[in-house]
C-alpha cells in the first residue's frame, strides 16, 4: 500500500488536507471515501486524545483486496485550514461531495463507494444517490431527524450512568436542543464554546429521504450496544432503501466500533479506545465492499 498526500479544493476553495491509500499493482482501482463521525476529527478519525484510528484500519485491509481509500482532515483540523467552530452540518456534506468528485475525477480509480460512520454515515446517505457512486456503508447511522436522534441518544446515555448523573446528561441535551432556534453560529454551553451552526443544521435534517433515493447496494451495520444511534433503525433503513441492502445488528458491539461484552455506558469510552477497531467489522466491511465494487466495474 502506498500512501499519497491529496489536496481537495472544497466549493469555497478551501483545500482540505488528506490521504490517498492506493493498493500494490497497477490500475485503475476501485476506490471509497471514508467519513468520519462529528467532531474536531482528522483524517484517521481522531480528536487529540480520543483516537479511534478507524481510517488506518479501513484503508489496509481495503488495500489488501485492491481497494483504494480516501480520507481527510476536517476544516480547522490537522493541515485542513479554516474554523470547525464555524463549519455547518451543511458544509461538511459539500465538503465530502467535493471529495467525492476529487476521487472519482482521477484516472487511477475505477467504480467508487462512499463508507461513513456516524455523522460520516448521514453524509453518505446524502452522497448515496449521486451518480457514479456504487456502493454506500452506513456504520452506526439513523434513520430520523437529528434531534429524535439526539432524544433517543440522551434517554440512552443517561440509563447507562449512575443514577445521580442522568438529570444532568438529560438537562445538557435540553440545552443543545435550544439551540434548533435562530440564534449565533457560536454559542457557550457550560462555559465552553459550542457549533451551533452545526447543532441547528444537524437537528432538523432528516435522513429519511436521502435514504429513499438510493438505489445502489447498500451495507448497514449498528452495535447492539450502540448508546448514541438506536441498533432500531437498521430496519427503516432497509425499507427506505431503493437498490438492494443488507443490515447486520452485532452483538457486544458499541458506537466506537469496539466491542465490550459489559453494560452499554459512555464510561467505558476510554478503555473500548485501548483497543484496535473491531477485526470482524473490518473484515465484513472490507469483504462487502470487494464484492459489490467488483460486481459493478464487470458491468
Known sequence: MQNLDLTINASDDTPLAGT?????GAGPHPAVLLLHGSGRLDRDGNAGRLRQNLGPALAESLAR???????????????????WLATGFADNRDDAAAALDALAARPDIGSVGVVGHSEGALHAMALGS???????????????????????QAEAVARGLPAPLRPLARMAVR???????????V???AGKPMNAR?????????????LARIR???????????????PDDLRQIHALVQGSAEVRRVPDLTHLLRRDPG????????????????????RTTTTWLARTLAGTEQE
Open 263 to 282: 453494560r452499554p455506558s459512555i464510561l467505558f469510552y476510554p478503555r473500548q479506545l485501548r483497543r484496535p477497531v473491531d477485526d470482524e467489522l473490518v
Open 65 to 83: 483486496q485492491g481497494i483504494a481509500s480516501l480520507r481527510y482532515d476536517r476544516r480547522g483540523v490537522g493541515a485542513s485550514p479554516g474554523d
Open 187 to 189: 454559542v457557550r454551553v
Open 130 to 152: 449521486r451518480p457514479g457512486v456504487a456502493a454506500v456503508v452506513l456504520l452506526a447511522g439513523f434513520a430520523r431527524t437529528g434531534e429524535d436522534a439526539l432524544r433517543w
Open 20 to 24: 490517498l491509500s492506493m493498493p500494490d
Open 175 to 185: 440545552r443543545v436542543i435550544r439551540l434548533k432556534s435562530p440564534g449565533p453560529d
Open 216 to 230: 445502489v447496494p447498500v451495507l448497514a451495520v449498528t452495535g447492539e450496544k450502540d448508546v448514541q444511534v438506536d
Open 198 to 210: 452545526w447543532t441547528r443544521e444537524m437537528l432538523g435534517h432528516d435522513t429519511r429521504s436521502d
